[in-house]
């Protein structure tokens, strides 16, 4: 089983800026897709978008809400995928996972970390 | 987008009594290519991260108890628990990842009678 493991979450004031970060514990992170799902207090969770592998084309989907605002990379070389979240909003506030994908099935999740957007 | 509905949202259940959980979405989820349904079944414990219970709609994902059970095809489908356990209380979210912004149900929550 992959150990996913998030950092990088903050009490951040609106319209301001945040990189999330997940480290996997994979031999097989480079041929890995990466999903970040997120979950606002309370609520349902949210897919925020995803990043294939390197092999398969390395660009990433979004999700209408964060389009233009956030950005999905991976360093494989760390085994590592980031969210980079600009522009941030009040509604943007919740837990953040990373999921790794196998043939688009959500099969291992991080612990998350949490986001606060308020001022 | 492909929206995905959960009914019920709450559901009450006697130990060892059957829950039915029910999932539909706005389209089809089931791929002509292959002819699998891209739907899969997330369990969701208090304050735990979400856990892959059945994908591909009836593939029960290794060491998940048989009492859990997917089932549907196209756009209806449904996750049952045989005989509910104590250890069953939770929310469960059903999911699409036939095409992108992959989307979920609203979640239902299961509890003890």
């Known amino acids: 089983e992959v150990q996913l493991v998030e950092s990088g979450g903050n009490l951040v004031k609106p319209g301001g800026s945040l990189r999330l970060s997940c480290v996997a514990s994979?031999?097989?992170?480079?041929?890995?897709?990466m999903n970040w799902v997120r979950q606002a207090p309370g609520k349902g969770l949210e897919w925020v978008g995803r990043?294939?592998?390197?092999?398969?084309?390395?660009?990433?989907d979004y999700a209408a809400p964060v389009k233009g605002r956030f950005s999905i990379s991976r360093d494989d070389s760390k085994t590592t995928v980031y969210l980079q979240m600009k522009g941030l909003k009040i509604e943007d506030t919740g837990v953040y996972y990373c999921?790794?994908?196998?043939?688009?099935?959500?099969?291992?999740w991080g612990q998350g970390t949490t986001v606060t957007v308020s001022s | 987008d492909i929206v995905m509905t959960q009914s019920p949202d709450s559901l009450a259940v006697s130990l060892g009594e059957r829950a039915t959980i029910n999932c539909k979405s706005s389209?089809?989820?089931?791929?002509?290519?292959?002819?699998?349904?891209?739907l899969a079944w997330y369990q969701q414990k208090p304050g735990q991260p979400p856990k892959l219970l059945i994908s591909?709609?009836?593939t029960r994902e290794s060491g998940v108890p048989d009492r859990f059970s997917g089932s549907g095809s196209g756009t209806d489908f449904t996750l049952t628990i045989s005989s509910l356990q104590a250890e069953d209380v939770a929310f469960y979210y059903c999911?699409?990842?036939?095409?992108?912004?992959?989307?979920f149900g609203q979640g239902t929550r299961v509890e003890i009678k």
């Open positions: 999921t790794t994908d196998h043939f688009q099935v959500m099969n291992n």
């Open positions: 994979s031999s097989l992170f480079s041929i890995t897709w």
């Open positions: 990043i294939k592998s390197e092999t398969d084309g390395g660009t990433a």
């Open positions: 389209q089809t989820v089931l791929h002509s290519s292959d002819n699998k349904n891209y």
């Open positions: 591909w709609a009836s």
């Open positions: 999911q699409q990842s036939y095409s992108p912004p992959l989307t």
